[in-house]
């Protein structure tokens, strides 16, 4: 089951996966949800007023070939190899 204790740490690591900075999250700081949402939406507004295009830093073939070594990995730890 998902307590709120464990719930809090999901929302949090949703939010640090999303770049979103503390200032903008602090769950325990907020009144509401519907501050909380109000915080998130004002973030967004101030993060897109300058975005920034992605720029990829390797190739797909060095993407698939970090991608096999992990499977293969996993497979030896599953014992299936």
Same mark, same amino acid.
């Given at each position: 089951? +998902?307590?709120? @204790? !464990?719930?809090?740490? =999901?929302?949090?690591? =949703? #939010?640090?996966?999303?770049?979103?900075? &503390?200032? #903008?999250? !602090?769950?325990?700081? *907020?009144? !509401?949800? &519907?501050? @909380? %949402? $109000?915080?998130?939406?004002?973030? +967004?507004? /101030?993060?897109?007023?300058?975005?920034?295009? #992605?720029? *990829? =830093?390797?190739?797909? $073939?060095?993407?698939?070939? /970090? %991608? *096999?070594? $992990? +499977?293969? $990995? +996993?497979? %030896?730890? /599953?014992?299936?190899?």
């Amino acid at each position: 089951s +998902l307590s709120p @204790l !464990s719930a809090s740490g =999901s929302v949090n690591h =949703s #939010f640090n996966a999303m770049g979103i900075p &503390d200032r #903008f999250r !602090s769950v325990g700081k *907020r009144s !509401s949800v &519907d501050d @909380l %949402e $109000a915080a998130i939406y004002d973030y +967004l507004l /101030q993060h897109n007023a300058k975005p920034k295009p #992605f720029v *990829r =830093s390797k190739t797909a $073939a060095d993407i698939l070939t /970090q %991608e *096999r070594r $992990a +499977l293969n $990995a +996993l497979d %030896e730890i /599953q014992g299936n190899r």
